[in-house]
């Protein structure tokens, strides 16, 4: 029997029963009515509302952990790596899509019907509800039905969702992405005006870290573009065979303009590197400013301890 740690287990509990069947068994998910559907294994088994139940058994739950164990009969931990994908065996893996073929599907989490907890979560940090709200308005930030993590959402040229990176806002750390999320199109907020500037960030809590900052300062947080790249970049050991981050590629290639790009990556070993390659391989034109956060290791905990001196300085 594998073993699997808490943190697998917690992360498989994050997958509900019908992105898991549309992802990985669509051949087992068969519509029934509206947002209802059932398994052709069993007719009495309706999933909807991010619920499923078993009728004729009694049983239900919300994970595809719960109907793995109770109607699969998988052990814990063999229903835990199926979902994690770490046995092949176990998982079964979608065919290939010709490189002809349309984008993937993205599946969003249902929303909540409201965001509170996520407000919570993100005004705890130190974000300012201006950036929350403009971001819950756009739709690039919404509360999860299920669990209630934060879902930070990525859009295409034409405005379509394309990527969805998930935060936990419980004080159990999580952190993953939707399933069929394209990482070359990953959370950012648009200038305000057509900008030649572009800041690039690690994740969207540091992207609205820094726009928080910029606010605090009486500047205009929507002057120019800011990206997250949806995660450490990883670089090759070789810095010279490296490529982008994908997600630096694409918007490059959508907005033309950006000649000026600022690097507000990690204070770590990891961010260091990140930004040491970026500065190395992108194409000379650009002009490339390395700007990691003043203290701390990221920009959010730089925008908290920014908060902290003025609160000590006003008390003073």
């Known amino acids: 029997m594998p073993y699997v740690t808490p943190e697998q287990i917690e992360r498989a509990k994050q997958m509900d029963l019908l992105t898991y069947l549309q992802y990985y068994e669509p051949q087992e998910l068969v519509h029934f009515s509206g947002n209802v559907y059932r398994t052709r294994s069993h007719d009495s088994l ?25 109607v699969r009969g998988l052990s814990l931990p063999e229903a835990v790596v199926q979902i994690g994908g770490q046995t092949a065996a176990l998982l079964p893996v979608p065919s290939k899509e010709p490189a002809s073929a349309g984008p993937r599907k993205l599946l969003l989490p249902e929303k909540n019907e ?24 756009t739709k690039r930030l919404y509360e ?22 998930l935060r936990g806002t419980s004080r159990r750390r999580f952190m993953g992405e939707a399933n069929g999320s394209d990482k070359r199109l990953s959370f950012s907020i648009p200038a305000r005006d057509n900008s030649s500037k572009l800041h690039l960030f690690e994740s969207a809590v540091d992207l609205m870290s820094y726009c928080t900052l910029e606010l605090l300062s009486g500047r205009e947080w929507r002057q120019d573009f800011c990206l997250s790249l949806a995660g450490i970049y990883k670089p090759k050991q070789d810095i010279s065979e490296s490529t982008l981050p994908a997600a630096l590629t694409q918007f490059l290639k959508d907005f033309p303009q950006i000649s000026e790009i600022a690097l507000h990556l990690d204070n770590d070993a990891a961010g260091r590197l990140a930004a040491k390659t970026i500065q190395t391989i992108l194409p000379s034109h650009y002009i490339v400013f390395d700007e990691p956060p003043e203290r701390g290791k990221d920009y959010n905990e730089y925008l908290r301890s920014t908060l902290k001196i003025r609160r000590i300085q006003e008390r003073e």
């Open 114 to 137: 409201n965001n509170d907890r996520v407000i919570v979560y993100l005004a705890g940090r130190g974000i300012k509800r201006d950036i929350i709200d403009y971001c819950i308005q």
């Open 46 to 70: 309706k999933i909807s509302n991010g619920k499923w139940c078993w009728w004729s058994r009694g049983i239900g739950g919300r994970s595809a952990l719960d109907y793995l164990v109770k």
């Open 144 to 165: 999860s039905r299920c669990y209630h993590n934060a879902v930070f959402v990525g859009f295409d040229s034409q405005g379509v969702p394309r990527y969805a990176s």
